[in-house]
C-alpha cells in the first residue's frame, strides 16, 4: 500500500520542523522540503496535502522566496501558514502590505466554526467585535480562541475566491479560505503550543480536508523497518558505534530485532557519562541483555583522562574527545575486520538542519559518527531512523521493548560530562559531578513524582532537562568544626519547548534545599551549591 504523505515546502522560517512534528502527532506522515523543490517532483510524490510555511522577509519584496501560481492548481489542498498564507494570497491576487498594527504573541481569535478548518475550535462568545477592516465576503465569526501571532504584513486585499474565516482586533483576515478550490490560509502559528487548539486545526486540514487515514503509527514503522533492514543486510554484518544515547540505543534495538547477531555494537566507555550508565548500557546489550548480539565495551576512561590532562579550553576539549573516540572506534573496526555496513543513528532533524530537508538556514554539518567512514572498511550506510524526530524515536523504543528509562533518558551532549565541568577534566572532578548529578536528578524526580501522585498531573515547575555541572571555583566552607576549600557544584534546570530558546525552571525551594544538603553532606570535595537562573539567550543549556 502506497504511503500517503502530506509535505511541508519551507520558505526559510524557523517552525518547519514543528509544523512536520504536529502533522506526524495525527498519525500522518509528513516530509519537509524546500520551496525550490520542482512542480514536477512534487506531482510525482504525489502528496495528500501540501503546507506552506516560512519566510524571513515581506513576500512583495523583490527576490523574496516565492512559488509559481500552478502549485495552487494542481487540485491538492494547501494550507499557508503567516508568510505561507501572505504569499498564497498574493500570488493568487490578493493584496499583502505592512500592517497598521504589529501583532505579536498570544492573542484572542476569533474563528468561524463553519469552516472546514475550524470545526470544533473555540468557545461562543456573544459579543464579538466585527472586523477592523470591512472587506467582501467577510462573515462575522462567533467563536473565539487563543492564538500565537508573529506577524509585521497583513493580507489586506483577499485574493478572488476567498473568505475570512478568522479575524482579531486589529487584523480583519486572521484566516481566509477558497473552498471549492481546497485552498486555506492562516496569518498566526497553530504549530506552536501558544496557540491551544492548533493541533486541532492541522489535523481538521490533514484529516478532514486532504483526507487523510492516518495510518502513520510507530508499531507499522518498527514492522516495516525490520521487514527493509532484513532485505538490505541480507546474510552481511552492520557495525554500529553505540554511544548509549536514545538514538543510537532505539537504533541497536531494531537492527538487533532484525538481524541479530550480524550486528556487532562496540560501545566506547569515555569515562565522561553519567554515574552508572555504562553499566546501564551494558545491562540492556551486553551478554546478560536481552538481545542477541556482539557487544564490544571499551573501558578507554583513563586513556581519555590523560589526553585532557591540562586542557581548559571548551572547544579543545570537545575536539579531544570527539577525536578519540574515532581513534578507539577504529582499533576495535580493525579486529574485526571487514563489515558489510556501518548504521548510524541519523535522525530528521539532522536531515533538515544540514540543509538537506529544507530551506532554513544550515544549523550543523550532517554527521553522526564524524569521520568514521575512512576508517571503517565498509560497503554501504544504514540509517533505518533517518526520517524519524526525537519524540518518535522514543515511541520506536518502546515498541521494540527498551526499558523507560533509557528511552527516556535526557538530552546529553556528545562530549559527556566533559563539557559539564568548567576547566580541566580530572578522575576526581567526574567522580564529583556524576554524584552531585545523581543525587539532584534523583530528588528532582521524586518530588515530581509525589506531586503527579497527590494531583494527577506533572507540575508546572518541571524542567525539560536538569542536570548539576562543576564549576572551576573553590571557596572558603565550614563542615563541623572545621575550614573548608572545596568546589561549587552549579544545579540547571531548564523549560523549554524546542531547546532552541529555555527559561530556567522554578523548582520549589524546599527541593533545592533537599539537594544542597545531600550533595554537601554525600559528595566529597563540595561544600557550596548555586542554582543556575540564566535563560536561553543569552546563556546556553549546557555549561561550555
Known amino acids: 500500500m502506497e504511503k500517503e504523505m502530506v509535505i511541508v515546502l519551507d520558505f526559510g522560517g524557523q517552525y518547519n520542523q514543528l509544523v512536520a512534528r504536529r502533522v506526524r502527532e495525527c498519525n500522518v506522515y509528513c516530509e519537509i522540503y524546500s520551496y525550490k523543490t520542482d512542480i514536477q517532483k512534487i506531482k510525482d510524490m504525489n502528496p495528500k496535502g501540501i503546507i506552506l510555511t516560512g519566510g524571513p522577509n515581506s513576500c512583495y519584496e523583490e ?21 505561507g498564507a501572505q504569499l498564497m494570497s498574493l500570488v493568487l491576487g ?8 504589529r501583532e505579536y504573541g498570544k492573542t ?12 470544533g475550535v473555540g468557545e461562543k462568545r456573544v459579543n464579538v467585535p466585527a472586523a477592523p477592516i470591512a472587506m467582501a465576503g467577510h462573515e462575522r465569526n462567533d467563536n473565539a480562541t487563543q492564538c500565537w501571532m508573529s506577524h509585521f504584513d497583513y493580507i489586506s486585499a483577499l485574493a478572488p475566491g476567498f473568505v475570512s474565516v478568522a479575524h482579531t482586533a486589529d487584523c480583519p483576515v486572521a484566516a481566509a479560505e477558497n473552498k471549492a478550490e481546497n485552498l486555506y490560509a492562516i496569518q498566526f502559528h497553530p504549530e506552536v503550543l501558544h496557540t491551544i487548539e492548533g493541533t486541532k486545526m492541522l489535523y481538521n486540514f490533514v484529516r478532514n480536508i486532504c483526507g487523510c487515514a492516518g495510518t502513520w503509527r510507530m508499531d507499522s514503522f518498527v514492522e516495516t523497518s525490520i521487514k527493509e533492514i ?42 565522561l557519562l553519567r554515574k552508572n550508565e555504562g553499566d546501564e548500557v551494558e545491562g540492556v546489550f551486553g551478554p546478560n541483555g536481552s538481545f542477541n548480539i556482539n557487544f564490544i565495551r571499551v573501558n578507554a576512561q583513563e ?16 575536539k579531544i574527545i570527539g577525536e578519540e573516540f574515532i581513534r578507539v572506534f577504529e582499533e576495535e573496526a580493525k579486529k574485526i575486520g ?11 532533524p539532522d536531515v533538515v538542519e544540514s540543509g538537506l530537508g529544507g530551506e532554513s538556514a544550515v544549523i550543523k554539518s550532517h554527521h553522526n559518527v564524524g569521520g568514521l567512514p ?36 535526557q538530552p546529553f551532549p556528545g562530549p559527556g560530562l566533559g563539557i559539564r565541568i568548567i576547566g580541566e577534566v580530572t578522575g576526581e572532578k567526574v567522580k564529583i559531578v556524576q554524584d552531585a548529578d545523581y543525587i539532584y536528578r534523583e530528588e528532582v524526580d521524586k518530588a515530581a513524582r509525589e506531586y503527579k501522585e497527590a494531583n494527577g498531573s506533572d507540575p508546572s515547575w518541571m524542567p525539560n532537562q536538569y542536570f ?20 561549587a557544584v552549579v544545579l540547571r534546570a531548564v523549560r523549554t519547548i524546542d531547546f532552541m530558546t529555555a527559561e530556567a525552571a522554578d523548582i520549589p525551594f524546599e527541593v533545592l534545599q533537599t539537594v544542597m544538603s545531600r550533595i554537601i553532606n554525600e559528595v566529597r570535595g563540595v561544600n557550596r551549591c548555586m542554582y543556575d537562573l540564566t535563560s536561553k539567550p543569552p546563556g546556553t543549556i549546557e555549561m561550555e
Open 374 to 409: 575512512d576508517f571503517v572498511d565498509f560497503k554501504d550506510i544504514i540509517e533505518p531512523l533517518r526520517n524519524l524526530f526525537k519524540d518518535e524515536v522514543r515511541k520506536a523504543g518502546l515498541e521494540l521493548g527498551l526499558p523507560e528509562y533509557l528511552v527516556y533518558r
Open 94 to 101: 490578493g493584496k499583502v502590505e505592512k500592517a497598521p498594527v
Open 108 to 119: 484572542e481569535v476569533f474563528v468561524n466554526a463553519s469552516s472546514a478548518l475550524f470545526e
Open 468 to 487: 548539576a555541572a562543576l564549576s572551576n571555583m573553590r571557596s572558603v566552607g565550614v563542615m563541623g568544626d572545621e575550614r573548608t576549600y572545596d568546589y
Open 63 to 83: 527576490g523574496a522566496p516565492t512559488y509559481s501560481r500552478e502549485l495552487f492548481e494542481l487540485g491538492i489542498p494547501v494550507l499557508g501558514l503567516c508568510y
Open 230 to 271: 532484513r532485505e538490505k543486510v541480507g546474510d552481511g554484518k552492520v557495525l554500529l558505534a553505540l554511544s548509549g544515547g536514545v538514538d543510537s540505543s532505539v537504533l541497536a534495538a531494531l537492527l538487533a530485532k532484525a538481524i541479530g547477531s550480524q550486528l556487532t555494537c562496540v560501545f566506547v566507555d569515555h569515562g
Open 338 to 348: 571487514s563489515v558489510d555496513f556501518l548504521a548510524q543513528g541519523t535522525i530528521y
Open 303 to 318: 586513556r581519555y583522562y590523560a589526553k585532557l590532562k591540562g586542557v581548559e579550553e571548551p572547544e579543545r576539549k570537545r
